[in-house]
Each structure stands twice: as structure tokens, then as C-alpha cells.
């Protein structure tokens, strides 16, 4: 009984840092999509400038390298944020995994404690039945010596 209050014990700290790691992942992933965002709205609002505004090449091209800079951040994050989502999804695979794992181990453990219930009230019936046995023979045995004391004393 005590193993399987340890294998809990273990699988509850396991747990509880798998559920740490997915806050931080969560955490994480939330930073990386508020910041696509941010720079998808920043983007949004280059383009509008560029499009409504009439200014010299050199601004154009200034605008057009900040462009493609967001746009390489924005493909950046996107890949980290479909990374972050894969780790997550592979993290609650394991995590379901595991569960699964420690309910069998918890059912074939009750089942072995059962078993073990079981054989000990046989042993225990087949010791009551040794012992109501002994105290017969010790009776038989003690009529026997006085029917023999009896007999001698005749």
C-alpha cells in the first residue's frame, strides 16, 4: 500500500511540474502571439503610410526594409509559436500517457492487494482448522493418559 501512496506521491510532483511547464509554455506562446500581433498592426500601419504617402525613394526604401524586417520577425515568431504549440501538444501527450500508466499500475496493484487479501483469510481459515486440530489431539491425548493412569492404578 505504501508503494502505491509513493508511485501517487511521484506521479503528483510529476504532474505538478508538467502543469509548471505548460503555464510557462502558455506564457510563452501568449508573448510570442502578442508580439506577432504587435508587429503584424505595426506592419498594417507601414503599409498604410507607404501606400497614402507621396515621399522621396529614400523614404520608400526605408519603409520597404522595415517591411521585410517585420515580415522576417513576424515568419520568426509564427515558426516559434507553431514550435511552442507542438512542444505543448507532445507535453499533454505524455502527460494523458502517464495517467494512463499509473491507473493500470494503481488497478493491478489493487487487484495483487486483493489477491493477497484473499489468500490470507486461506491461510488464515487453514491455521483455525491446524489449531482447532491441536487442541483436539491434546484433548484425545489427555484422556488417553488418564484412561492409561486409570488402568495402571487398577
Not at 4 to 11: D, I, L, R, S, T
Not at 63 to 76: I, N, S
Not at 103 to 126: F, I, K, T
Request: aromatic share 4%; proline share 0%.
Amino acid at each position: 500500500m505504501s508503494f502505491v501512496q509513493q508511485a501517487v506521491g511521484q506521479w503528483q510532483t510529476w504532474a505538478e511540474q508538467q502543469s509548471q511547464e505548460r503555464s510557462q509554455l502558455d506564457q510563452s506562446l501568449q508573448q510570442y502571439a502578442d508580439a506577432y500581433n504587435s508587429l503584424v498592426a505595426e506592419k498594417e500601419q507601414l503599409e498604410q503610410r507607404l501606400g497614402s504617402a507621396g515621399t522621396t525613394s529614400g523614404r520608400e526604401e526605408e519603409l520597404e526594409m522595415a517591411r521585410r524586417r517585420l515580415e522576417a520577425e513576424v515568419e520568426e515568431l509564427s515558426q516559434t509559436a507553431e514550435r511552442l504549440r507542438d512542444e505543448k501538444a507532445e507535453l499533454e501527450e505524455r502527460l494523458r500517457e502517464r495517467e494512463h500508466d499509473l491507473r493500470e499500475q494503481d488497478e493491478e496493484e489493487a487487484r495483487a492487494g486483493s489477491e493477497m487479501r484473499d489468500e490470507l483469510a486461506v491461510l488464515q481459515a487453514r491455521l483455525e482448522s491446524h489449531q482447532a486440530e491441536i487442541e483436539e489431539m491434546a484433548e484425545a491425548e489427555g484422556r488417553i493418559r488418564a484412561e492409561k493412569a486409570e488402568a495402571e492404578a487398577r
